[in-house]
């Protein structure tokens, strides 16, 4: 069935660190690829997104890389802050009318 | 910047009776969302909405839930007989163009049943 993973459960770094949340996806059929943040008691919050016909894209603070080949995703984040920390989803969208999430690692920023 | 509202934030409710969650989607947004996620565990999608029917369901989507958009504002999920299982937070989510763009979500209701 449709499934997206991750390697990493939990990550702790060092304030002014980079951080890399990796995740598997499994669907060959995926076009688009999304990382969502959800802080204590919150929905997920849209970060960056990626689709098929790229490998890399990025935004401020924030880089999510493809692999197609191994089906692979990671984002990562520069000089990681304490705001940064959270759950991070990565998403993929099979079909048009929904995205599946990833299980979920957690980021825990020490000062 | 627009939100997607949900009410009530939190919901407590006796196992075997109705239960339905609201949501007042991005006022321009056309399609609708929603989601699940147990405590702990991942963001699972139940259902879509677009052009006032569903347009894919999940297998945990079964007959004891079904969606509505009663006006032009409001998308709400029910759930008929809520079990202990159905508790959860449940999240609205909309997008201008489906799946191919990032949505944006509500702050969740937590449905707690006992």
């Known amino acids: 069935g449709e499934s997206v993973g991750l390697h990493l459960p939990t990550l702790s770094v060092q304030e002014g660190d980079n951080s890399i949340i990796n995740c598997a996806y499994s669907?060959?059929?995926?076009?688009?690829f999304i990382w969502y943040k959800q802080e204590s008691g919150k929905g997920p919050q849209f970060i960056i997104d990626i689709r098929s016909n790229m490998d890399k894209r990025q935004g401020q603070r924030v880089t999510v890389l493809l692999n197609k080949t191994v089906k692979h995703l990671s984002l990562q984040i520069a000089a990681t802050q304490p705001g940064d920390s959270a759950v991070y989803f990565c998403a993929e969208t099979p079909s048009l009318d929904k995205v599946i999430f990833g299980p979920g690692t957690s980021l825990s920023v020490i000062p | 910047e627009p939100e997607v509202t949900q009410t009530p934030s939190h919901q407590v409710t006796q196992m075997g009776q109705e239960v339905i969650l609201r949501c007042v989607p991005i006022?321009?947004?056309?399609?609708f969302y929603w989601y699940r996620q147990i405590l702990g565990q991942k963001v699972e999608f139940l259902v879509s909405f677009y052009n006032n029917e569903i347009s894919e369901k999940s297998e945990i989507f079964d007959d004891q839930f079904s969606v509505e958009r009663p006006d032009g504002s409001n998308f709400t999920l029910k759930i008929r007989s809520t079990k202990l299982e159905d508790s959860a937070m449940y999240f609205c989510a909309s997008s201008t163009q489906g799946a191919l763009v990032g949505y944006t979500f509500g702050s969740g209701t937590r449905l707690t049943v006992v």
């Open positions: 669907n060959s059929a995926s076009d688009y």
């Open positions: 006022s321009n947004h056309l399609y």
